[in-house]
């Protein structure tokens, strides 16, 4: 069985490398924009309910929204990446699910912020980006 696992490791050297080398960069990416994203976000967005429903009124508005929601797809998944390599893979699927449009996300979103450990991690990361807290 050793053996197996030396051999593996030789063989896919190469992979590894390139594993450790994207799992860096998307955790230095994840430091830099997770602060910067949580900024954008209005601090009474969770006060509000019918504030922040989409409404499209001509194809610019449904392009951005679909660009919004593969934003958030990519850090949902890079988020869920995350969980097991370096990063902040919790606060990357928070932020991937506010920008995405889907049924529930209200009410999901809600009850992630409802969330005092996650309530407090949000706000200190927008402290980073010299933003006052959420209100809730």
């Given at each position: 069985?050793?053996?197996?696992?030396?051999?593996?490791?030789?063989?896919?050297?190469?992979?590894?490398?390139?594993?450790?080398?994207?799992?860096?960069v998307?955790?230095?990416?994840s430091?830099?924009?997770?602060p910067?994203?949580?900024?954008?976000?209005?601090?009474?967005?969770?006060?509000?309910?019918?504030?922040?429903?989409?409404?499209?009124?001509?194809?610019?508005?449904?392009?951005?929204?679909?660009i919004?929601?593969?934003?958030?797809?990519?850090l949902?998944?890079?988020?869920?990446?995350m969980?097991?390599?370096?990063?902040?893979?919790i606060?990357?699927?928070?932020?991937?699910?506010?920008?995405?449009?889907?049924?529930?996300?209200?009410?999901?979103?809600?009850?992630?912020?409802?969330?005092?450990?996650?309530?407090?991690?949000?706000n200190?990361?927008?402290?980073?980006?010299?933003?006052d807290?959420?209100?809730?």
């Amino acid at each position: 069985m050793l053996d197996f696992i030396t051999q593996a490791t030789a063989d896919y050297h190469q992979y590894f490398i390139w594993v450790g080398i994207v799992s860096f960069v998307v955790f230095v990416a994840s430091l830099l924009l997770t602060p910067l994203l949580l900024g954008k976000i209005p601090q009474d967005y969770f006060i509000h309910t019918n504030q922040h429903k989409v409404e499209i009124e001509h194809l610019g508005h449904l392009i951005i929204v679909v660009i919004r929601t593969l934003i958030g797809f990519v850090l949902l998944i890079a988020g869920i990446i995350m969980l097991v390599t370096p990063g902040q893979g919790i606060i990357s699927i928070l932020l991937g699910l506010f920008l995405m449009e889907f049924p529930g996300k209200r009410k999901l979103e809600l009850k992630l912020i409802n969330h005092e450990p996650t309530f407090k991690a949000l706000n200190w990361l927008r402290s980073k980006a010299n933003k006052d807290p959420f209100d809730r």
